[in-house]
Every structure is written in structure tokens, then in C-alpha cells.
């Protein structure tokens, strides 16, 4: 048989056909190993761990077949109870495959503490701000004899004088005692002059 012949015959589109099929089952079969080896179909929502400790999110985590790494511990936040997770990273609902890790960040357990600023001879405007970029937050404001109106005299806490460089917890309460302005100088008394009678002789 002549190779026209055979290429058209139907013994060479049989073969053709044969052939066709096989590469379709493999790659057929070569997807579905993809597919398996790579958890393609996989999904696994992942849980809020935020306002959990470290141990409760790390079970949670492990009955789901997926992995964490704490990153750092951030600054206390009130928000949130010490020592639990405040961020994370997928974030709550995402779905991931088997054995993905998890990012998060601790909750300090308390405030660290910070230096007071110098406040004294401020003025009431320029200390707040002054303050709150500190980490400290206005507390009480009252008022003494003085000059000047609403410069700061003494700087309280918790009944306690403080002064510049003490240390204070961060996010506290930091009292004012201002000047109230009402201070001046005071003419003499005139009524206090006694009259000088003088006598001729």
C-alpha cells in the first residue's frame, strides 16, 4: 500500500483517532493529579482569631490543618484583652489551602510607661497637643492666681506633683494647674496716707 493510500484509509484515521484519545485521557489524568497534588479544590475558611491567646487560636488553627507565626507584639491597645491576637493576616474568612500559616500580633499586657514632656510656663494651647503627641491625654484643669492666663504652672497625677522627665504610663491622665490671669500689679491705698498737719509757729 502506497503512503497516499494509507493516509487515506481508513486504518490511518482509526490510528489518528486511537492516538487523540490517548493524549486527551492523559492529559485528563495529568490535571486531575495537579489538581489533587496542589489542594486545588481545597478551601478552608480562616477563623477570627482576634481577642484569642496564642494557644486558643494555635488549637483552633491546628484542627483545621493550618499553621501560625506570632510577628511582633504590638502596643497595648485597651480594646483588647493582654496578651490576645490583635491582627492577622489572612484576615477572618479568607479561604486558604491545608497547611497555610497565619500572621498575627499580640496585644501587650499593659501600657509601657513613657517620659512626662516639660509642660511648664506652656501655654494651655501648645501643652495639650504636646501631650496627646506623647501618648498622654488632658486631665483635669484648674486654675491659680497668676500673671500670665492659662500658662501652665504645675503639672499633677493622681494627687502626685510631677515634673519634666518622670516617667508616666502611656494613654494616662495628666492634670493642669493654670494661671488664671487675674493677677496684677496694686496701686497703693490712697486712704492709707495719713495727713501732715503742720503748725506755724
Known amino acids: 500500500m502506497s503512503l497516499k493510500n494509507f493516509l487515506t484509509s481508513k486504518v490511518f484515521f482509526k490510528h489518528v483517532a486511537i492516538a487523540v484519545g490517548i493524549v486527551v485521557v492523559l492529559v485528563f489524568l495529568l490535571l486531575q493529579f495537579l489538581s489533587y497534588a496542589t489542594n486545588h479544590e481545597q478551601k478552608i475558611p480562616v477563623p477570627d482569631l482576634r481577642k484569642m491567646t496564642v494557644e486558643k487560636a494555635g488549637e483552633q488553627l491546628e484542627a483545621l490543618d493550618l499553621g501560625y ?3 511582633d507584639t504590638v502596643d497595648f491597645r485597651a480594646e483588647f484583652p493582654p496578651y490576645t491576637i490583635v491582627e492577622q493576616d489572612p484576615l477572618p474568612n479568607v479561604n486558604v489551602k491545608e497547611d497555610r500559616k497565619v500572621y498575627i500580633k ?96
Not at 106 to 122: F, R
Not at 129 to 153: H, I, Q, W
Open 69 to 71: 507565626i506570632v510577628l
Open 106 to 201: 499580640v496585644n501587650a499586657g499593659s501600657y509601657s510607661t513613657i517620659v512626662l514632656p516639660d509642660l511648664i510656663q506652656k501655654t494651655y494651647r501648645a501643652a495639650v497637643p504636646t501631650l496627646k503627641a506623647s501618648g498622654l491625654e488632658e486631665g483635669k484643669k484648674t486654675y491659680k492666681p497668676y500673671l500670665a492666663k492659662d500658662v501652665v504652672l504645675e503639672v499633677w497625677q493622681n494627687g502626685k506633683k510631677l515634673k519634666a522627665g518622670d516617667k508616666v504610663m502611656k494613654a494616662s491622665k495628666i492634670d493642669l494647674v493654670l494661671g488664671d490671669g487675674k493677677t496684677g500689679y496694686e496701686e497703693p491705698d490712697s486712704t492709707s496716707t495719713e495727713d501732715v498737719n503742720v503748725d506755724d509757729e
